[in-house]
């Protein structure tokens, strides 16, 4: 993402994962959930990484609370986090922080 973000506050939900072996369909998974993301009123971006280890950090971030939990309940985003805990994941953690300050450096 590293692009340009409106003036906090705003938020964000950190989701951390472990990944088990194999894609079973994860990548294109993964791309459609980004790309039902945007259209979602109120989505403000994300940023994703994978080491190899299997250790991923997504961070989407919202002009609201109202706009996550209505993500939360979106029922193409619901199935596909039943089928990460039953397939993708061997471990996952989801944390919503409320962004005060943000700070920004470029050359």
């Known amino acids: ?9 705003y938020y964000a939900v ?13 990548a294109e998974a993964a791309e459609r959930m980004v790309e039902l993301a945007r ?8 940023e994703s990484a994978r080491g190899e280890d299997g250790l991923g950090i997504t961070v989407s971030y919202w ?11 979106h029922p193409e985003h619901s199935a596909i986090r039943e089928r990460g805990r039953s397939t993708w994941y061997s471990a996952c953690h989801t944390r919503v922080c409320r962004v005060e300050r943000a700070y920004e450096f470029k050359q």
Do not use: C, N
């Open 1 to 9: 993402m590293m692009g340009q973000m409106p003036e906090p506050p």
């Open 63 to 73: 002009a609201s609370e109202a706009a996550i939990l209505a993500w939360k309940h």
């Open 14 to 26: 950190i989701f951390t994962s472990r990944r088990t072996e194999g894609d079973q369909g994860y």
């Open 39 to 46: 259209e979602q009123p109120g989505f403000l971006g994300v």
